[in-house]
Structure formats: C-alpha cells, structure tokens
C-alpha cells in the first residue's frame, strides 16, 4: 500500500536499481506514529496517516481520484507493477495500475482500517458480502470443507450452502456458543478431509451469542498437525472498539464496512484485514474478480473513520440505558445484550468469553418479545424514533424481524435451532437521546 497518492505510483529505492530509466520520485512525509514515546492512538491516527497533503497541492483531505486507469512513469515500472498485480510477485503493485485493482483513496483507506487492530496488511471491497464471497473463492476449492459457528448472517450461510455446495465444498458447524469439547467434535471429524477455512461471527447474527475465538484457535491447533486451516472471523457488529479478534487467535477479520465504520447509512462496502499472506492470496481473487470498492465510497470511509470512536461510544453508551429499561418491561421475555452476560443465570461460559475477548457490550441487540410474530409486528409498526430497516451500526436506531427479513431464506427447522424465533426483533442503536429512544420503546410496547 502506498503513503500518499501521488506516491502510490513510485518504487521504493531498493527496487529503482531493478528498473533502468526510472527516475526517483518524491517521497511523501512520513506517517507519525508516535510522539515522546507515546503510540498515538487510532482515534488521532484517522485524522492523517498515510495521506501527505503536500503531493496533492495541499489539499487537507485527499482528493477523489476518479480515473479508470494510471500512467506509467516508463515500461519496466508497468511490467513490475502487473507482476504484482498478477500474483506473479506478492504484495500486489508498487504503484496504481487499474481501478479494478487498486487505487490512491482505497490504499490510504486500507491504511486506516489496519490500524485499528495493528493487522499487518488490508483490502477494501464493494460490499461486506463481496469481501466474504472473494474470502471464501481465494481460501476453497472443490471437495474442501469450511468449519463455521452457526448462526451466520443468512447470505454468508447461502453463500456456503447453496452456492459453493453446488462446487462440491462441504461445511461442518458448531454453535456460536460450543464449548471446547464441542468445538473438538466437529473439528476432528472435519479434519477426516481437507479443512480450507475455518469461519466465525461473533456475535452472531442475529442471536448476539459470542464465539469462544481462543478455545477455536486451540482446537484447531491441536488438531490439525500440519498445514492448519487459517481462522477468519465476522467482527462486523463488535470492531473495531469493542473486539480485536486477531489478538485472540484470528488469522483474519472480516468487516461489513456499511455497518459501524462507515456508520451513516450512505454507503455499502466491505473489508477484510490480516496477515501480509493471507492478504496476498485475497488481493489476488479480488483483482481477478473486481470487488474491490470505488474511489468515492472509499473517500467516505475515510470521512466516516475520524468519527468512529465518537459515534460508536456514544452509541453504546445509549444501547445501555435503553437495553436497562426493556430488560425489566412486562412484555419484555429477554433482552440479549452483551453487557447483561455477567449476572444472567445460566450464561457463565458466554460472560467468560466476553471478560476475555470483548471490552463493551456493542450497541446492537435482539429483544425477545413475549409472543410471536403478532406482537412483533405491532412493536415495530408502532415506533416513531426507531427506523423499522435492516442493517446496523448507522447514526440513526434501525429495528428489524430476522425470521421474517434478513434470515427469511433460513430453513425453518434451522431457524429455530439457532433461536431466530418469531418473537425475535434486531434492534440497533444509534447516537439520539437515549431518553427520547426509551419514550418510544415504551409507547411502542404499550401497542402489544
């Protein structure tokens, strides 16, 4: 990945010697990571890093760099960029090439998003299905087996069982909530073939049950003796504030960047970040494929970046006074929020998981209501505040029914197995008053 635009074209001083008539470049300011021995944190490092203004005549935010494709300084700089490009030499071009394969606004953006959880290396894609889908087609091929928690978003379980099922891959799962001797059973019998990835999401979608992230990296290190199958994980409701999955044992972090990171609801895109290796393989899919994200999506991220923090503090710190007031309402049977783990009976091994991986309860829940699919409803045609829509992580509270929407095209005995019952609403908190958000549960629930 490049420093700076203008730079994204430049190679680096130990290959000039390589390229005969390549002339030297100006080189971008350094990025500052930290100040009198500080390590600046991420929050400081979205307002900057890997963007010099001076080679972009000065302008404080990068440009966006709509062209379809990039001039060469000479011949022998193109044909070493397309040996990256082609995976012919890994670490993809030294310079821009093509939009389909990078780009100076998606390179400073993939700079950014691997800060946050120190990942070695990271990609952008054109949506968070897009960034799975390229996962998966890099990662399998045909009579392989993917290992994953249950339950998935319902078009990542598609995608596994519909789609690469008719190319011969199989899958094994196990609960989002598996203990290590469950985990074990299904990854010993799994290892019987060629086990090719091994895929969570936790919290799952839409039951928020946490994935034991450590006890899966043991199991699969104690089973498989030799090449092990790399862990990719679905951190989209969580990340990056509230769970670092590569510190746990993850190889990879997979992001719906629509959600928290992009925040606002005006964009659909998707990430994935990890280890320079694993990066390699998926930057290859992605150029054959061209799922990589556009250059103004990518230059709204970068916007959306600076106010993560802000946006997702203020946003669970709302989600606990609003998930407070509907645990104790009467027609109210559960509420499944995180930060509830720790003195609800009978979830001692989910709040372990959470004191050991996560460090806040999110701001996305599901609300189970007394009744079903009736109830459900009424509660969420009645809201005023609340947007009755799918997705998450926006400025704005979004409310949704799972078994009737997202995770519709679920088999119905697999839905009840996972617990996506009609009674079940996905509910997303935003940045309003939370004061204002409880007034409208409330007269919404007195509708029931």
């Not at 890997?50 to 062209?67: A, H, M, N, Q, V």
């Not at 989002?176 to 919290?203: C, F, H, K, Q, W």
């Not at 609800?344 to 599901?366: K, L, N």
């Amino acid at each position: 990945m490049s420093d700076t635009p203008e730079n994204a074209g430049a190679v680096p001083a130990e290959t000039e010697a390589d390229l005969t008539g390549v002339a030297a470049r100006v080189a971008p300011k350094p990025s500052i990571g930290e100040i009198g021995g500080r390590k600046l944190k991420p929050s400081t490092l979205m307002m900057g890093h890997g963007y010099d203004p001076s080679l972009s005549e000065g302008s404080l935010k990068p440009p966006i760099f709509l062209t379809s494709t990039f001039v060469f300084p000479n011949a022998a700089a193109g044909k070493r960029h397309f040996e990256g490009v082609t995976g012919k030499r890994p670490g993809g071009a030294e310079g821009l090439v093509y939009s389909r394969f990078n780009g100076p606004n998606q390179e400073i953006l993939e700079d950014r998003l691997g800060v946050w959880e120190e990942a070695e290396d990271a990609l952008a894609f054109s949506s968070g299905m897009s960034a799975i889908a390229t996962l998966f087609l890099a990662m399998v091929k045909p009579g392989d087996t993917i290992v994953h928690s249950g339950p998935l978003y319902a078009a990542t379980e598609t995608l596994i069982g519909r789609v690469l099922g008719k190319f011969g891959v199989k899958w094994l799962d196990f609960p989002a909530g598996a203990t290590r001797e469950e985990i074990d059973a299904v990854m010993t019998e799994a290892a019987t073939g060629n086990v090719a990835l091994i895929y969570l999401e936790s919290p799952a979608n839409p039951t928020n049950a946490l994935v034991d992230v450590e006890a899966v990296a043991a199991s699969r290190d104690a089973i498989f003796k030799g090449e092990k199958p790399p862990i990719a994980i679905d951190n989209t409701f969580l990340g990056p504030l509230w769970f670092q999955p590569l510190k746990h044992g993850a190889d990879i972090v997979v992001y719906s960047l629509t959600k928290y990171v992009g925040g606002h609801s005006d964009l659909v895109a998707g990430g994935v970040l990890g280890t320079k290796e694993h990066i390699n393989t998926i930057r290859t899919m992605r150029n054959t494929i061209g799922t990589i994200t556009d250059p103004n999506t990518a230059w709204m991220l970068l916007r959306s970046l600076e106010t993560l923090e802000l946006r997702m503090s203020r946003a669970g710190e709302n989600a606990a006074k609003v998930c407070a007031f509907l645990r104790h309402h009467p027609k109210v049977e559960r509420v499944a929020y995180l930060g509830f783990l720790e003195d609800e009976p009978g979830m001692e091994r989910q709040a372990d998981i959470y004191r050991r991986h996560c460090t806040g309860g999110g701001s996305t829940f599901s609300l189970y209501l007394k009744g079903g699919e009736r109830e459900s409803f009424a509660f969420l045609d009645a809201l005023k505040i609340a947007k009755l829509a799918v997705s998450l992580g926006g400025t704005e509270t979004l409310a949704s029914h799972p078994a009737g929407m997202t995770h519709l095209s679920v088999p119905d005995a697999r839905k009840q197995a996972l617990g996506i019952t009609d009674n079940l609403v996905r509910i997303s908190i935003g940045v309003e008053d939370p004061d204002d958000l409880i007034a409208d549960f409330e007269q919404a629930l007195e509708t029931i």
